[in-house]
């Protein structure tokens, strides 16, 4: 349901906290319909990009628009056809289930309430549950909350920060099941995570680092920008061949995701040369390997901003 | 959506909200009916203390060497201010019932040739005993003073005990000086001051505490939704201490309510909405709930001491008096302590009522501009 319409459309956006950029005139556009992954490490500026597009923090330079409406002086506007879901859980632990969601309808002032929260709740399959005090509810389920509580007025635009910190994966994946079937609806998500899972479950994803969009573009396309290459070393006392790979020209990564060493360098042939030298007499097996967007990501935070912000199409 | 600048689905989210998590926060609960009863029983004692320059005005029918004696001693003592000495007796009675006067003393038609004759006449001494604390120390300065001025002018037939002079005294409005019956309408207004204040500290402090101001400020509910939903419900629990602390006072003190209940009940929503607003202040400026406690504690303790509360507002010095103006509590209990003991009713207390809707007025203004409208 991607269409041409930007719901988010912010330029040079930028802010500072008591001196310090925390975001440093970033540029993105978010269209109808889209599930855009905002990823970088903690403390790169992702909560601080989504508070200033939802009017929780004023920007310090740049412009924007979110569902059309200024970020800066509309941002009441942009409150009401809003979901938030903060990193923190925060609805109320002294609420119950529906006493939560009887709040939030009051607040959007949804009629007829009742109906509105019997929906939520059904959806949620929490209606057995609802005078429970959701501070006894497990971090899955105060999550379901949590996003059930910031669509029941119907937003056009979702903002989800974090959402699966610390969720198990059978509720993470039920999670995104949801998200997907609300992208479906129309709903347009804009999501931080620093899951490599959820990443690839984005239409697009735009990598911040140190307050600057470093990458952007479809997980392929962040994959291929990066210019890296790399190999997959099988057998042999891999934790040797590892430590000794990392002092080697040409080799900025070698990680062992169980079996397989992922050797990763940006110059195939050096790689090559590396890779050979090392493992000669090991008993060791090399082969081409493909490059995943968790390598890129290593890279990316390894260079702290220095990677070129490419990626096919402008966005 | 339409966008609506005022709402009241959205201030009664939040009211509802807090009257929940008020109603299971127990312990909280708990406080709110328990410590009044609690206070009630511990103040019960009094509290002692001896001011002096009261404000005293004399009814003077006879103007003889014997009376300007007394006067001239009454003036000297330090226990008397006299105020005015040609009034008349209605002027008098208005000056004591509004509490510009702790004392009127009148002196009788004939008094001095009642005096040389050796008749004994009286001199009516009459008390504003709200405060009985206050006004017995000059009781009995005053004894000694008529005496002291008899024996001067060395007339009357100067029997060792009256002087040749017989003293009726009237305690006014709290005839048997029970100092609980002061003690109670204080109480009142401390026991508001106090935990109105705290209650309310707490109520934004504990949001962002908790990480829930995040998800509120990310609605559309505006600034003064939030607060109005905020500071009703606390306005509301304000008044179930009342009733708690009228009934145990009627019950266990005895205290009378001499005026109209609903003249003290509208003081009392005044007041406490001045409390409640000044509370929610406090908790836009706090950055945790610790501090908006502290907050309370350091208004809370001028608030006692300079209220006319713990010591008697004529007995202390002028910057005192000065900052006790600025007090709620202060026009709180005079008002009060009118409608309770002296009957007064709504017109008498608009002198006292007035200063609290104008403090309650500026910390409204206050509290809407500290309000953070983001999370900067």
Partial sequence: ?315 | MRYRRFSGSRITAVMAKEVIQMRRDHLTFAMIIGVPILQLILFGYAINTDPRQLPTVVVAADAGPVTRSLMAAMDTSDYFAIADRAVDEPTAERLIARGEAAFIVTIPDHFERDLVRGERPQILVQADATDPAATSGGLNALTTLIERAIARNGTGSGTPDGGGVELVLHRLYNPEGITAHNIVPGLLGTILTMTTILMTGLALTREVERGTIENLMATPARPHEIMLGKIVPYIGFGFLQVAVILIAAALLFAVPLEGPLLALLTVTLIFIAANVTLGYTFSTIARNQMQAMQMTFFFFLPSILLSGFMFPYRGMPGWAQALGEVIPLTHFLRAVRAIMLKGSGMVEVIPHVWPLAVILALISVVALARYRRTLD
């Fill in chain 1, 1 to 315: 349901m991607v269409n041409g319409e930007p719901i988010i459309d912010i330029r040079g956006l930028t802010k500072r906290f008591s001196g310090r950029t925390v975001v440093d005139a970033i540029d993105m556009t978010v269209r109808q319909g889209e599930i855009v992954g905002f990823l970088g490490p903690n403390g790169s500026g992702k909560t601080t990009t989504i508070r200033m597009i939802c009017g929780l923090l004023r920007p310090d330079g740049g412009t924007g628009t979110c569902l059309g409406y200024d970020i800066a002086r509309e941002s009441h506007l942009i409150k009401l056809n809003v979901g938030y879901m903060t990193q923190r859980f925060s609805l109320y632990e002294d609420l119950t289930i529906r006493e939560n969601l009887d709040f939030v309808g009051r607040l959007y002032e949804l009629e007829p309430r009742a109906d509105f929260v019997d929906a939520a709740l059904d959806r949620l399959g929490l209606t057995g549950r609802q005078h429970q005090l959701a501070g006894t509810l497990s971090g899955g389920w105060k999550q379901r909350l949590a996003l059930a509580a910031s669509v029941m007025h119907r937003p056009k635009l979702l903002l989800l920060d974090e959402p699966t910190a610390g969720v198990d994966p059978k509720a993470r994946r039920e999670f995104w099941d949801e998200i997907h079937d609300l992208a479906g609806e129309g709903l347009t998500v804009l999501v931080s995570t620093h899951y490599m899972d959820e990443a690839e479950r984005c239409h697009r994803i735009v990598y911040i680092s140190y307050g600057t969009i470093v990458a952007r573009g479809t997980v392929p396309e962040v994959v291929a920008a990066s210019g890296l290459h790399t190999i997959i070393i099988r057998g042999g006392d891999q934790a040797t061949i590892a430590r000794r790979l990392r002092d080697r020209a040409g080799i900025e990564q070698a990680a062992i995701f169980g079996n397989d060493l992922h050797v990763v360098g940006a110059d195939p042939v050096v790689l090559e040369t590396s890779v050979a030298a090392t493992i000669a007499g090991t008993g060791a097996t090399a082969e081409t390997g493909e490059t995943i967007l968790e390598d890129v990501f290593i890279r990316l935070m390894n260079d702290g901003g220095a990677a070129p912000d490419n990626g096919g199409q402008p966005t």
